[in-house]
């Protein structure tokens, strides 16, 4: 089984920054993928971001150059920097970890971004 732990969500105004973590404990392989996906309200939850074990990154088009996805395999941790938010990144972020084609989920951490 594996567990992951994100935190670092908070309360932004408009153009500000904010980084988010995730931890991942359990039984957790050499190669896996790590990622963020966020879900807004009365929308369906959308991919923000993924990163491989080997550092090989993907965004989605609405953050491209303003978000940057990194991680630290020794710690099992993926890490979400944001920046130039926009009211429109407002979201609950969720940790994604993938392996053997298992999907698992975090809990959930919740950004807000003011106007």
Same mark, same amino acid.
């Given at each position: 089984?594996?567990?992951?732990?994100?935190?670092?969500?908070? =309360? *932004?105004?408009?153009?500000? %920054?904010?980084?988010?973590?995730?931890? $991942?404990?359990?039984?957790?392989? #050499?190669?896996?993928?790590?990622?963020?996906?966020?879900?807004?309200?009365?929308?369906?939850?959308? =991919? *923000?971001?993924?990163?491989? %074990?080997?550092?090989?990154?993907?965004? $989605?088009?609405?953050?491209?150059? #303003?978000?940057?996805?990194?991680?630290?395999?020794?710690?099992?941790?993926?890490?979400?920097?944001?920046?130039?938010?926009?009211?429109?990144?407002?979201?609950?972020?969720?940790?994604?970890?993938?392996?053997?084609?298992?999907?698992?989920?975090?809990?959930?951490?919740?950004?807000?971004?003011?106007?």
């Amino acid at each position: 089984q594996v567990h992951l732990v994100e935190s670092g969500g908070g =309360l *932004v105004q408009a153009g500000g %920054s904010l980084r988010l973590s995730c931890a $991942a404990s359990g039984n957790i392989f #050499r190669i896996n993928v790590m990622g963020w996906y966020r879900q807004a309200p009365g929308k369906q939850r959308e =991919l *923000v971001g993924t990163i491989t %074990s080997s550092g090989s990154t993907n965004y $989605a088009d609405s953050v491209k150059g #303003r978000f940057t996805i990194s991680r630290d395999n020794a710690k099992n941790t993926v890490y979400l920097q944001m920046s130039s938010l926009k009211p429109e990144d407002t979201a609950i972020y969720f940790c994604n970890l993938r392996q053997f084609g298992v999907e698992y989920w975090g809990q959930g951490t919740q950004v807000t971004v003011s106007s």
